[in-house]
């Protein structure tokens, strides 16, 4: 059976005492020159399974690699089909710019769960009442894609202290500026109406100029 791409969790590696130091550490220097990964076979809950060594700093990293049989078919889980709008993609690509950063530093990235239970247990060991839990979120239902996506971008402007410049709009609404009657400006006068005018004088003359019959 071949083994599946797909890589599952890393592991560091330590060398097994003394006699294995000098090779492992020619394995991780051979490794981080040639910007390659080796592949290795080993033993885990009784099975035999492959896995991707590289290196990370000065150590060498395992991921294990999945058999086949181990992967779930991805077709099961895909959506049904819907349509994708470009304005739709647009409004995610303009709030993936506002979200990128370079660096993973802050309050969002801080580990929660953890701080929480560090919190129920010292509370628990100083037989004080424990933390409020903090309420859980309704699920929100969103009825315009596109205006969801133009309140995040704004949001995420202002968190940044950016201000919204022409290319943020409200994409969920369009409107098309009506056409306003032309004007002829004053003074002149089309060619047609000149055209109108000058038959009328010619008509009124001639009808001045004739003499009545007699009977």
Do not use: N
Request: without cysteine; aromatic residues 4%; charged residues 35%.
């Amino acid at each position: 059976m071949r083994p599946h791409t797909d890589i599952g969790e890393g592991y560091y590696l330590q060398p097994a005492g003394q006699v294995a130091a000098k090779p492992y550490k020619l394995l991780r220097q051979a490794l981080a020159r040639s910007a390659k990964v080796a592949v290795a076979k080993y033993a885990w809950s009784g099975r035999e399974r492959l896995g991707l060594l590289r290196v990370r700093d000065d150590v060498i990293v395992l991921h294990a690699m999945r058999w086949p049989d181990e992967i779930r078919d991805p077709a099961e889980l895909l959506p049904p089909p819907v349509e994708i709008s470009q304005e739709e993609i647009d409004g995610a690509l303009a709030l993936m710019d506002t979200m990128t950063r370079e660096d993973l530093e802050g309050e969002e990235f801080r580990d929660t769960y953890t701080d929480a239970l560090a919190q129920v247990i010292e509370a628990k060991q100083g037989d004080k009442p424990l933390p409020e839990a903090p309420q859980a979120e309704e699920p929100g239902k969103v009825l315009d894609l596109m205006a969801a996506l133009t309140e995040s971008v704004s949001k995420a402007k202002a968190a940044r202290g950016e201000t919204d410049d022409a290319d943020v709009h409200d994409m969920s609404k369009k409107t098309t500026a009506k056409k306003a009657p032309k004007k002829t400006p004053a003074g002149k006068t089309t060619a047609k109406t000149e055209q109108k005018t000058a038959a009328a004088k010619k008509t009124t003359k001639k009808t001045a100029g004739r003499r009545p019959r007699s009977a």
